[in-house]
C-alpha cells in the first residue's frame, strides 16, 4: 500500500508547495498592478517577442507567450495526470472513479448555471465557464496547511475531483472557447497527433520523437483558432505508459550489476574499473527502461510546472488594477456571477451529486472519509483561481469584463479557501474530542 501512494505522495507536496508560492506570486502581481510601478508591469507583459521567420514566425505580447506556450506544458502535465489516473489512480476503480466524476460534476454544471442566471440576456453570460474551474495547487497547498487533521485518502479524493474538473474544463476551452477555425491548420494537427499514436503503437519511447512532433501540434494547433493549449492534452494522451522490463527482471539485472560493481572494489578505493563503469552504465539504462515514459515526464516536469510556469502565469495574470473603480468591479454582475458560482455552486454541486452517487449504490466513500470531510473538500474546490482566470481570459480578452472576472475570482478563491480550511479543522477537533472522550472512559 505504501509503494502505491509514494508517487501520490510526492505529488501532493509538489502541488502544495507550488500552490504556496502560486499564492505570493498572485500577491506580487496585485500589488505591482496598484503601485506607482503600473506601468512597467503592463510594459512588461505587452512587450512583442517574435520567434521564426517568414511563414512560420511567430510574434505575440509576452503575456500570450505565457498563456499559449507556457499553459500548454502546464496543460501537457494535465495531460498525463489524467492519462496516469485513468490507467492506474483513483480513476481506474469504477466506484471511486464514480464518486469523483459525479463530486467533479456538481461541481461544474451547478456554477456555471448560477452564473448563467446572474447574466442571462446580457453579452456577460459567455463567462459562464469561468467558475466552473478549480485550481488544484491552490486547493491541496490549503490541505498541506492542515497538515495531518486532512487524511491522505481526502487528499487524494480532491485529486482525483481536481483532474476530472480539468478534463471538463479542456472540454469546454475545446468546444466553447474557440475562435473561427482555420480547418486545414486544424487537420493538419489531428494529423499529427494520429501520428504520434502510431509511433506508440511501433513501441518507440524517445521523448524527443514526441517533443518535436508535438512542438509542430502545438503550432498547427495555434494557427488552426483552437486554442493552443489543447495541442499539450492531445499529446500527452498519446504518451506511452507502457515499460520495457517488468519488476522481476529489473531486480535480476539490479542485483548482477551491483555483485559486479561490488566484484571490482578494491582496499582503499580508487577510480571505478572499465567494468564497473559498464555496470553503472548498465543499471541506469535498467532504470530507465522500468520506468514508463509518462512517469518520467509527469516527474520530470512537475517542478517546472508547480514552481516556475505557474507562478509566471499568476504574475502576469493576477494585476488588477482597482483603485477608485474598485467597487464598480465587485458589484459587476460578472464578478458577482463568478462568486456566486465558486463560493456557492461548487460546494452545492459537489455535495449534492456525490451524495446521490453514494445513495445510489454507484460509489462509496473512502476510508476514513466523512461527509463532513466532503463539505470541507467542496468548498476548496471553489479556489478557482488559475484555470478560472484562464478561462476568463479566453471568454472577455483584456479589458472591464476581464478585470471584474479576475477580482471575483480571487475574492471567491480567498473564500473558499477560508470556508474550507475552517470547515475541515473544526472536523478534526471533533475527531480529537471524541478520541479523548472514549480514552478517559
Partial sequence: MQTLLRPFQSFFKTEAAGGILLLAAAAVALVWANSPLVGAYNDLWGTYV?????????????????????????????????????????????????????????????????????????????????????????????????????????????????????????????????????????????????????????????????????????????????????????????????????????????????????????????????????AVHSLEKACEQIETPLQRLEHGLHGLVAFFIMPVFALANAGVALGAGAAALVTDTVALGVMLGLVVGKPLGVMALAYLAVKTGLAALPSGVTWRHVMGVSFLTGIGFTMSIFIANLAFGAGPLLDSAKVGILAASVVSGVLGAVVLIGVAKSANVNAEGVSAA
Fill in 50 to 278: 517574435t520567434v521564426g521567420a517568414g511563414s512560420f514566425e511567430i510574434s505575440k505580447p509576452l503575456l500570450l507567450w505565457v498563456n499559449d506556450g507556457l499553459m500548454a506544458i502546464f496543460f501537457f502535465v494535465v495531460g498525463l495526470e489524467i492519462k496516469r489516473e485513468v490507467l492506474a489512480g483513483e480513476l481506474a476503480e469504477p466506484r471511486k472513479a464514480a464518486l469523483a466524476i459525479a463530486a467533479a460534476l456538481g461541481g461544474m454544471v451547478v456554477p456555471a448555471l448560477l452564473y448563467t442566471v446572474v447574466n442571462l440576456g446580457s453579452d456577460k453570460v459567455t463567462g459562464w465557464g469561468i467558475p466552473m474551474a478549480t485550481d488544484i495547487a491552490f486547493a491541496l497547498g490549503v490541505l498541506a496547511l492542515l497538515g495531518s487533521r486532512a487524511p491522505l485518502a481526502l487528499k487524494v479524493f480532491l485529486t482525483a475531483v481536481a483532474i476530472v474538473d480539468d478534463l471538463g474544463a479542456v472540454v469546454v476551452i475545446a468546444l466553447f472557447y474557440t475562435a473561427e477555425l482555420n480547418l486545414a491548420a486544424l487537420v493538419g494537427s489531428l494529423v499529427l497527433v494520429g501520428v504520434l499514436v502510431v509511433v506508440n503503437r511501433l513501441g518507440i519511447q524517445r521523448p524527443a520523437v514526441y517533443g518535436l512532433i508535438g512542438l509542430a501540434v502545438w503550432v498547427l494547433m495555434l494557427k488552426s483558432g483552437v486554442h493552443a493549449t489543447i495541442a499539450g492534452v492531445l499529446v500527452a494522451l498519446t504518451i506511452p505508459a507502457t515499460r520495457k522490463i517488468d519488476e522481476v527482471e529489473f531486480a535480476e539485472r539490479a542485483d548482477g550489476l551491483l555483485a559486479q560493481f561490488a566484484a571490482g572494489l578494491t582496499v582503499g578505493g580508487s577510480t571505478p574499473t572499465p567494468d564497473q563503469m559498464h
